[in-house]
Nanobody, 128 residues
């Protein structure tokens, strides 16, 4: 599966932004999709993950309650809705696909090694 993330941009603190991750391939619904981000000089950080059907998700503590992941398998697209943005949310955001499902499988979803396919990333900048 090939992934492409888009929708990033410049937003003021407190604002909202929605990222999209579009996928190619007819087996999109068989992948768990994760979102990660990477700020300059820092390691790639887990943001959240959504199950293959979209019925389940969980998030890093740093974004819990502010970010929401959803997916539309008919459109081969996953979304990351980001609200109440903070300057520390500034990063390049990546979506990634894992064939290791279901979401309840006992593996570390925050580990980049568990994702086989990555999008190219989209820049999000939050100004104070």
């Amino acid at each position: 599966v090939q992934l492409q993330a888009f929708g990033g941009g410049l937003v003021q603190a407190g604002g909202s932004l929605r990222l999209s991750c579009a996928a190619s391939g007819r087996t999109f619904s068989s992948y768990v999709i994760g979102w990660f981000r990477q700020a300059p000089g820092k390691e790639r950080e887990f943001v959240g993950v959504i199950s293959r059907s979209g019925s389940g998700s969980y998030y890093a503590d740093s974004v819990k309650g502010r970010f929401t992941i959803s997916r539309d398998n008919a459109k081969n697209t996953v979304y990351l809705q980001m609200n109440s943005l903070k300057p520390e949310d500034t990063a390049v955001y990546y979506c990634a696909a894992s064939p290791r499902g279901p979401l309840s499988l006992d593996i570390d979803r925050s580990d980049v090694a568990n994702y086989d396919f990555w999008g190219q990333g989209t820049q999000v900048t939050v100004s104070s």
